[in-house]
C-alpha cells in the first residue's frame, strides 16, 4: 500500500469512527422514519407487502446516509487533509502572495488531488461495505415485524438468517428454513453457495438486492447447487419459468408460511 493510500486510510477511519454512525444506528433511524415500526404496522401487512417494505427501506437508508456523510465528511475531511499535509497549504499562501488566489487554488488542488482521489474511492468502498451489513439488518427488521424468529450467524463469507434457530436445523433440516443476505451477487457469490450447498438443506434462500441478475447467475446458484434465489418482485418477472427463483412477495406469503407451520 502506499504512502497516500495508508495516510488516508487512517484518517478516514478516524472520521467515519468519531462522526458517522453505524450501519446499525442508521437503519434503526430509517425504519423509525419511515414508521416500519412494532405495533404501527402489522405483521400481516409486513408479510403481504414485504417487497415494496424491503425496497423502500433500501433506498431511503442510502438517502439517510447520504445526509450524514453531507454533514460529517466535507469539513471533517478537508481539517485532516489541511492537518496532514501543512507543507501544501504553506505553499499554497506563498503561491497566493506571488501570483494570485487563482494560481493558490490551483495549486492546491492539483496538489491534493492524489489525496482526494483516495477520499472518494474509500467513500465508495465504505458504502459497498455498509450496503451489505445495511441489507442484512434490513431484512433481519422486517423478519422481526413480520414476527419470524430468527438466529442470525456469521459464516465466512455470508450471514445467515437461522428459522426459527440454529437449534431446529441440527434437528430437523428439513423444517428450518436458512437465509443468507447478500447485497449484490458480484463478488464473491460462488464461495456463499459451496457454503450454502454444504449444508444439505431443502429450505435454502440466498435473498438479494442485486438488480443485475442474469441467467448465468441463475444457471449457477438453482440450476448447479439446487439453492434458492430471492430476487426483487421485478426481477422474477424475468424468469418466470424459474421455479428456484422466487420473488420477495412469493418468498414471505407462499413459501415461508408453508416452513413456519413446523416451528
Not at 61 to 88: A, C, Q, S, W
Not at 116 to 136: C, M, P
Not at 246 to 251: D, F, S
Amino acid at each position: 500500500m502506499s504512502d497516500i493510500k495508508k495516510e488516508i486510510s487512517r484518517l478516514m477511519a478516524s472520521v467515519r469512527n468519531k462522526r458517522l454512525p453505524s450501519s446499525d444506528i442508521i437503519v434503526e433511524e430509517t425504519f423509525r422514519k419511515l414508521g416500519f415500526l412494532p405495533g404501527v404496522v402489522k405483521p400481516e401487512t409486513v408479510q403481504k407487502n414485504f417487497n415494496n417494505m424491503l425496497k423502500e427501506v433500501w433506498l431511503e437508508t442510502l438517502h439517510v446516509l447520504e445526509n450524514y456523510e453531507e454533514r460529517v465528511y466535507p469539513f471533517n475531511i478537508m481539517d485532516g487533509l489541511i492537518e496532514l499535509k501543512k507543507d501544501i497549504i504553506e505553499e499554497s499562501q506563498k503561491v497566493a502572495q506571488n501570483e494570485g488566489y487563482p494560481q493558490s487554488i490551483r495549486f492546491f488542488f492539483s496538489s491534493l488531488y492524489p489525496y482526494l482521489r483516495e477520499v472518494f474511492l474509500s467513500i465508495a468502498q465504505s458504502r459497498k461495505t455498509r450496503g451489505g451489513r445495511d441489507f442484512e439488518l434490513q431484512f433481519g427488521k422486517l423478519l422481526e415485524l413480520m414476527n419470524v424468529p430468527y438466529q442470525k450467524i456469521k459464516r465466512a463469507y455470508r450471514v445467515d438468517f437461522m428459522m426459527p434457530s440454529d437449534n431446529l436445523f441440527k434437528q430437523n433440516p428439513t423444517a428450518a428454513a436458512i437465509a443468507s443476505a447478500k447485497r449484490t451477487l458480484r463478488e464473491r457469490w460462488r464461495e456463499v453457495v459451496e457454503e450454502l450447498q454444504a449444508m444439505r438443506s431443502p429450505n435454502i434462500f440466498l435473498v438479494t438486492a442485486d438488480e443485475d441478475v442474469s441467467a448465468g447467475h441463475i444457471k449457477a446458484i438453482c440450476g448447479d447447487y439446487r439453492i434458492h434465489l430471492v430476487v426483487w418482485d421485478e426481477i422474477k418477472q424475468k424468469f418466470t419459468n424459474e421455479p428456484l427463483v422466487l420473488g420477495y412477495t412469493q418468498w414471505a406469503n407462499e413459501r415461508l408460511p408453508i416452513l413456519r407451520q413446523f416451528w
